[in-house]
């Protein structure tokens, strides 16, 4: 049998909130199981107590490779093997890079590149070398997906996303090299450049930032769903065909240099 969520067996950092754990309500819902992998216990033990049975919670900073082989670990001998992993750990904050106001530290561009980048790598690097002692499944003889959370910043990033645009640049430029190496033990690996979603990290920018975005949006005009997040991770996990490639879910938004400036 190909890969199918049912049986699935995933690795969500950044799972305990918005779209990970989109991604891990769906997941559980068809029958699969889940390791939630994130900095914030409270809402850990929150949400594997509302996912019940088939998840678990386990405390993992990205940027510790200690932690992160070790929750790999913990995992593996939970589910037996690691068939999913989704990489959607993230912060993004935003300052010009010179002017009168505060601008961007070093400290805090290299922050955006340790979580959102090398985080995402040393996460890769280590399923992947997990994933590659998995029983193969069905004709293609499938070992695992990973699929990694990029932004749309990674292409138009705006006047203050710097650090943030470099850090989702580098997941989606991985994305190839990483497909390309992990072809030959059967694991494919895809990114996705979302646009804007309610959650709570989107909940955290400045109203008027907020209805900017939703204004700029095509269609349809409002915030993603997590839901639907989550179901491109589905879609994605299933569909064998895919593989290499960063898709953008964005209701055709392309951000404008500013905020509510279009020139
Ligand atoms: N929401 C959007 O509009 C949007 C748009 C484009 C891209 N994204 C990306 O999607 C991903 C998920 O974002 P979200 O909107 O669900 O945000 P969120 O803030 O709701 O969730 C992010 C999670 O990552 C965890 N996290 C942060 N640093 C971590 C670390 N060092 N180690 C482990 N976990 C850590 C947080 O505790 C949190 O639970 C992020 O990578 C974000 O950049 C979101």
Do not use: W
Request: proline residues 4%.
């Amino acid at each position: 049998m190909a890969l199918s969520l049912e049986t699935a067996t995933a690795v969500i950092t950044g799972g305990v909130s918005g779209l990970g754990y989109a991604v891990a309500k769906l997941i559980v819902k068809k029958g699969g199981q889940v390791a939630l992998l994130d900095l914030d216990r409270e809402r850990g033990a929150q949400a594997a107590q509302a996912l019940g049975d088939r998840a678990l919670f386990t405390y993992c900073d990205v940027t510790s490779e200690e932690r992160i082989d070790q929750a790999v670990a913990e995992t593996i001998e939970q589910f037996g093997e690691i068939s999913l992993t989704v990489n959607c750990a993230g912060i993004v904050s935003g300052h010009r890079v010179v002017g009168r106001e505060e601008v961007i530290s070093v400290d805090d561009f290299k922050r955006h590149i340790d979580i959102n980048l090398t985080g995402t790598f040393l996460v890769c690097r280590s399923v992947a070398n997990a994933m590659q002692f998995n029983q193969p499944r069905g004709e293609d003889k499938a070992r695992g997906v990973i699929v990694n959370t990029a932004s749309i910043a990674a292409f138009d990033g705006q006047i203050g996303q710097v650090s943030y645009a470099a850090s989702k640049g580098g997941v989606a430029s991985m994305t190839l090299p990483l497909a390309r190496e992990f072809a030959v033990f059967g694991v494919r690996v895809v990114a996705i450049a979302p646009g804007v979603f309610a959650t709570p990290m989107f909940g955290r920018y400045p109203e008027s930032a907020r209805q900017g975005l939703v204004a700029d949006t095509p269609y349809p005009q409002r915030a993603g769903d997590p839901d639907e997040f989550a179901a491109l991770v589905a879609h994605i996990y299933e569909n064998p065909m895919l593989n290499g490639e960063v898709i953008r879910l964005d209701g055709a938004l392309r951000m404008p240099p500013k905020i509510g400036n279009h020139e």
